[in-house]
C-alpha cells in the first residue's frame, strides 16, 4: 500500500506541476474558461493528503479515518455542485472535474489503507505477542495528533471549498444582459449587450464602451446609460473582457491586442458593423487604442477618460505586483473575502459577478495576473505598433482627473501626450476637483456628456 501512495504520489505532482504551468501558459485543448484556480488547489490537497498518509504511515488511527471519510464526503459535494450547474460545469471543464474527482478517490484509498495498516499491525501483534498492543509511546501520540490537526485544516479548506462554489452556483443564476459568443476558436465566450435600437442613418455611430480596471457594469455603464436615457446619445454596446463580468477566462498568455481582436470577433458575430466611437477609462484605454489602430475604417472617434498611457506598462508588469495576483488567485478558492462579504456585509451577487466585489474572484484575478505578465513584452510591443499605425484624422478627445495631474506632474504630460494620437485633437480638458473616475463628480459628469456629445457631432459632420 505504500508502493501505491508512492506511485498515486508521483502521478498527483505531476499533475500540480502541470496545472501550475498551466497557469501561465494554456496547453491545447486543455484550457479551462474559468481561472483554473480551482482544479490547483484540489491538486494541492490531494498531493499534501498523500505525503501526510506517507508520513503517518505506520501510526494508523481512528480520527484519520473519521477526518478522511469527512473529506471525501465533501469533496464528493463539490464535484456533485461542478457537475449540476452548467456554468460552473463549464467554466471548470474536464481539468477542474477530474481533479475534484482525483482527490475524492484519494480520500476514499486513504481512509482505506489506515484502515488495512491498523488490521495489519494488530495481526502483527497478535502473532508475535499473542495480545494487540493497545498503548502508545509519546512519540506515536504526537503523531496522532499532529496528523488530525493537519486533517482538520484540510477538512475546513474544503469546507470552504464547498462553500466558495454554493456561492458560485448562486452567482450562476444571475442572467447577463445582451449574449455571450464564443470566439479565438470557440474555446471561450465573451459577453456583449447593446441599448438602443439601431437607425436608418448609417452615418449615425455607435459609443463602443471599454471599462477601466473593473467591469464596465459597474464604472463607465452606469454614466453612459444615463446620458443615453436623456437623449445625449442614441445607442451604445459594451462588454465584458476576459475574466471580467459575465465573460470567460481566456487562454494564457492574453495581451491588449489579443483582447481588442477578440472585441471585433464578438462584434462581427453579433453583427455589429459600427461606425464606432470608442469610449474608455483608464487601463481600457490601452484596449480601445489597440481597436482603434485595428479597425481605422469604422472608428470615427475616440474618447478617454483619465487613460493610461503606455509608459505605466512597467508599473503594471511589476514581479511583485504578479506573485501577489498569482499568491491571491492559490488563496482565492477558500473564498475568505467573498463569504465574509456575503455574510457579514450582505453583498449581492450583483457585487460579486459584476459590482465591487468583483475583484474578489478567481476569474478576476487570473485575467489581471494575465494583464501583468504580458504587459511589458507582448502588450507594450502592441502599443509600439499602433503609434506606427496612422490612426487616421479620428478626433479624440482626452478628459484628465485633476486629482492625478496635482498628484504627479509626469501624468499630466502622459495625458497631454495621449491627446496627441491622431492629427485632430477635439479637446483636452481637466476636471479640477474629479479623481481617476472622473464621472463620480458633477463637474466630472458634466465636461464628460459635454465633450460627447460634441465628439458624435463632429464625427457626423
Known amino acids: ?170 452567482d450562476a443564476g444571475l442572467k447577463p444582459p445582451g449574449e455571450r459568443y464564443s470566439v479565438h476558436g470557440n474555446t471561450y465566450q465573451v459577453h456583449l449587450a447593446c441599448v438602443g435600437n439601431k437607425t436608418a442613418d448609417d452615418n449615425a455611430p455607435t459609443i463602443l464602451l471599454e471599462g477601466g480596471d473593473g467591469p464596465v457594469e459597474h464604472t463607465l455603464q452606469p454614466f453612459i446609460d444615463d446620458v443615453y436615457s436623456r437623449g445625449g446619445i442614441d445607442r451604445y454596446c459594451y462588454w465584458d473582457r476576459p475574466g471580467f463580468g459575465w465573460s470567460d477566462n481566456a487562454p494564457s498568455p492574453h495581451s491588449a491586442g489579443m483582447s481588442a481582436d477578440v472585441l471585433a470577433e464578438a462584434l462581427a458575430l453579433a453583427g455589429e458593423t459600427g461606425p464606432w466611437i470608442v469610449v474608455s477609462a483608464g487601463v481600457g484605454s490601452l484596449h480601445s487604442r489597440l481597436f482603434a489602430s485595428r479597425n481605422l475604417l469604422e472608428v470615427r472617434g475616440i474618447f478617454m477618460i483619465d487613460p493610461l498611457h503606455e509608459a505605466y506598462l512597467g508599473d503594471i508588469g511589476r514581479p511583485g505586483r504578479g506573485f501577489l495576483l498569482w499568491l491571491r488567485g492559490i488563496v482565492s478558492p477558500l473564498g475568505l473575502d467573498r463569504l465574509a462579504g456575503a455574510l457579514l456585509r450582505g453583498r449581492s451577487r450583483q457585487d460579486r459577478v459584476m459590482g465591487r466585489a468583483a475583484y474578489q474572484s478567481g476569474k478576476y484575478i487570473k485575467a489581471k495576473l494575465q494583464e501583468s505578465l504580458v504587459a511589458v513584452t507582448m502588450t507594450a510591443a502592441e502599443m509600439q505598433s499602433s503609434r506606427h499605425i496612422e490612426m487616421g484624422h479620428a478626433p479624440v478627445v482626452v478628459v484628465s482627473s485633476g486629482q492625478e495631474v496635482r498628484k504627479n506632474s509626469q501624468w499630466e504630460e502622459r495625458q497631454e501626450d495621449l491627446s496627441h494620437i491622431t492629427d485632430n485633437l477635439l479637446s483636452w480638458d481637466i476636471a479640477d476637483d474629479a479623481p481617476h473616475e472622473v464621472w463620480n463628480t458633477g463637474q466630472g459628469r458634466e465636461i464628460l456628456e459635454r465633450r460627447l456629445k460634441e465628439l458624435v457631432s463632429k464625427s457626423q459632420a
Open 1 to 170: 500500500m505504500r508502493g501505491v501512495s508512492l506511485v498515486a504520489l508521483a502521478l498527483s505532482f505531476i499533475w500540480w506541476t502541470f496545472l501550475l504551468v498551466s497557469i501561465f501558459v494554456s496547453p491545447p485543448m486543455i484550457h479551462p474558461r474559468g481561472s483554473g484556480f480551482f482544479a490547483f488547489a484540489y491538486t494541492t490537497l490531494a498531493t499534501g493528503y498523500l505525503i501526510f498518509g506517507l508520513l503517518f504511515f505506520a501510526v494508523p488511527s481512528k480520527s484519520m479515518t473519521i477526518w478522511a471519510i469527512t473529506l471525501a464526503a465533501l469533496l464528493l459535494v463539490d464535484m456533485f455542485i461542478i457537475l449540476a450547474v452548467p456554468r460552473i460545469r463549464l467554466e471548470e471543464g474536464w481539468v477542474g472535474i477530474a481533479s475534484v474527482v482525483w482527490v475524492a478517490l484519494i480520500s476514499i484509498y486513504q481512509a482505506l489503507q489506515n484502515r488495512a495498516v491498523a488490521w495489519g499491525k494488530r495481526e502483527e501483534e497478535e502473532r508475535l505477542t499473542g495480545r494487540e498492543e493497545t498503548r502508545r509511546s509519546l512519540l506515536e501520540w504526537s503523531a496522532v495528533l499532529a496528523e488530525t490537526i493537519l486533517l482538520a485544516a484540510m477538512a475546513i479548506a474544503a469546507v470552504m471549498f464547498t462553500a466558495t462554489l454554493i456561492l458560485r452556483a448562486f
